[in-house]
């Protein structure tokens, strides 16, 4: 089984400045990968960033960069430079690949609110 | 632009009636779809995952003959919430995998209201 543990319910950061969410993972497969959602008001679902468990770099996509530490199992998302339209909902996920096949559905954390005050 | 779309985006309908949602993929031919509940102020969970051609895989709780998963074509899948009550509203999203494993696309989602 794989669970997502995501421990910030709400975060606030002022505008400008880094923030980083926090995830923690666990997991028995051997090979997986960890996502991260940005998830307005409006409830889309809009992917940010994707590490793989065997990547030996941690993942950037422009503002953000995933800090991927797999001994502890975590893979916290930094936001650098934060705006004011990052305000939203944060979901961290995992999906796994179990043996003799693969398995492409996700796992979500609970969830992070991330405010931006101007 | 968008790779899966969701039709309606919103809904509306009385306690006993039947809905059906429709989940496409715009630029991909899935034989995997999934379908996910998400209640106001909680995660996304897991309903099914819809199999073209053959008959959808649900997990733990959820009951199979009340969401209605059909996977008739390779680029269409749909949901039907049967005998809707309202605590059967909820925010409903479909996504496809996609072709890499680094990939996994949702739909707008679908915001089912039961009166």
């Known amino acids: 089984a794989q669970k997502i543990t995501q421990t910030q319910p709400g975060m606030f950061v002022q505008e400008k400045e880094a923030v980083t969410l926090d995830c923690t993972y666990d997991?028995?497969?051997?090979?997986?990968?960890l996502f991260w959602y940005k998830q307005p008001s409006s409830g889309e679902m809009i992917f940010l960033i994707y590490q793989g468990s065997y990547d030996e770099q941690n993942a950037t996509e422009g503002r953000y960069s995933l800090n991927f530490q797999k001994a502890r199992k975590s893979a916290n998302l930094v936001i650098s430079a934060s705006q004011l339209g990052d305000s939203a909902m944060y979901f961290c996920a995992m999906r796994g690949m179990n043996s003799g096949g693969s398995n492409y559905k996700l796992t979500f954390g609970k969830g992070t609110l991330l405010t931006v005050n101007p | 632009g968008a790779v899966v779309s969701q039709h309606p985006s919103w809904v509306i309908c009385k306690s006993g009636t039947s809905v059906k949602i429709e989940c496409r993929s715009l630029?991909?031919?899935?034989?995997?779809m999934f379908w996910y509940r998400q209640f106001p102020k909680q995660s996304l969970m897991l309903m099914a995952t819809s199999n073209e051609g053959s008959k959808a895989t649900y997990e733990q709780g959820v009951e199979k003959d009340k969401f209605l998963i059909n996977h008739a074509s390779l680029t269409l899948s749909t949901l039907t919430v049967t005998s809707a009550h309202p605590e059967d509203s909820s925010f409903y999203i479909c996504?496809?995998?996609?072709?890499?494993?680094?990939?996994?696309?949702f739909g707008p989602g679908t915001r089912l209201t039961v009166l």
């Open positions: 997991t028995s497969d051997q090979s997986y990968g």
């Open positions: 996504s496809e995998p996609g072709q890499g494993t680094d990939t996994q696309y």
């Open positions: 630029d991909f031919q899935a034989t995997t």
